[in-house]
């Protein structure tokens, strides 16, 4: 774990050894106070209620927190190419979300291609909901099966109850494998990284009339991955996505029969 990131102190190889060895980096006061306050004032100018997210809303503070320098590079190097936001999730309140690993929802071929940097936008407390992690989970080698490409893909669009059959599912390993549960309790400005395969989710039982401002930001390497699309589609039938850089929404590779060629064949 990096405690404490000062300019003087920066080592990338150390933050990205965190990320693989540990699945998770805290990057203590990323942001000042006065973003955080900021920040704040913005979310309150906005109706997001309990549960509910706002994304990729590209208000010029948010914009400058998805494109901090030290994550940027931190995500960069994670990927051994440049990495771009493509996506912000905006709360006030805690999400209560459940366990679930990234790579599901951004599936990426080759794998791992994404990461996500959680801010915290006050300070954050047992009661509020923290983001809780399961330990070592990164290292359990893919929770593939519902993921594209996978000869064992859950993928289908009839069966509605497939989100929640991920989520026992998931639940159920933790258990057999006996993985324990942490969370990240933070400061207002504080910021945590997380391994795509990092098992995570929002405390279940927090005191729901507490607020938990919180801003997340997911990265996607722009280069090579292919992205696939879950939750959703015919089995076996591909679901490419493109994805867009939240700072200019510009689409972060073509869409189309030729650019998925040209990057496939770059991967032969
Ligand atoms: O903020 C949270 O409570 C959960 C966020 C999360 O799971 C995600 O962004 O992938």
Redesign the pocket.
């Given at each position: 774990m990096i405690k404490d990131l000062e300019d003087k102190n920066f080592d990338i190889e150390k933050c990205v050894n965190s990320l693989n060895d540990n699945g998770y980096l805290i990057l203590k006061n990323l942001i000042s106070l006065e973003e955080v306050k900021n920040v704040q004032k913005y979310i309150d100018s906005l109706s997001i209620g309990p549960k509910e997210r706002i994304t990729s809303d590209n208000h010029p503070f948010l914009l400058e927190i998805s494109n901090n320098k030290k994550v940027l590079k931190i995500a960069s190097a994670f990927f051994k190419e440049n990495a771009a936001p493509v996506q912000g999730?905006l709360?006030k309140y805690?999400?209560?979300?459940e366990i679930?690993q990234?790579t599901v929802?951004f599936s990426t071929f080759p794998r791992d291609l994404m990461l996500?940097a959680?801010v915290a936008l006050e300070d954050i407390t047992i009661d509020n909901?923290?983001?809780?992690y399961i330990q070592n989970s990164h290292l359990i080698p893919s929770f593939s099966h519902y993921e594209f490409p996978s000869r064992h893909t859950n993928r289908n669009k009839n069966n509605k109850n497939y989100n929640k059959q991920y989520v026992k599912e998931i639940s159920q390993l933790i258990e057999k494998l006996r993985l324990k549960k942490s969370f990240f309790l933070a400061k207002a400005g504080d910021c945590f990284m997380w391994h795509p395969r990092l098992m995570?989710?929002?405390?279940q039982t927090p005191k729901e009339e507490l607020t938990?401002y919180?801003y997340?930001t997911?990265y996607m390497a722009t280069k090579t991955p292919i992205y696939f699309k879950h939750f959703g589609g015919f089995n076996f039938i591909p679901r490419l996505q493109s994805p867009k850089n939240i700072n200019n929404r510009k689409k972060l590779y073509k869409f189309g029969a030729i650019s998925m060629i040209k990057r496939l064949i770059k991967l032969l």
């Open positions: 999730l709360f805690p999400t209560q979300q679930h990234d929802h996500a959680w909901g923290p983001l809780e995570h989710g929002g405390n938990r919180s997340v997911h």
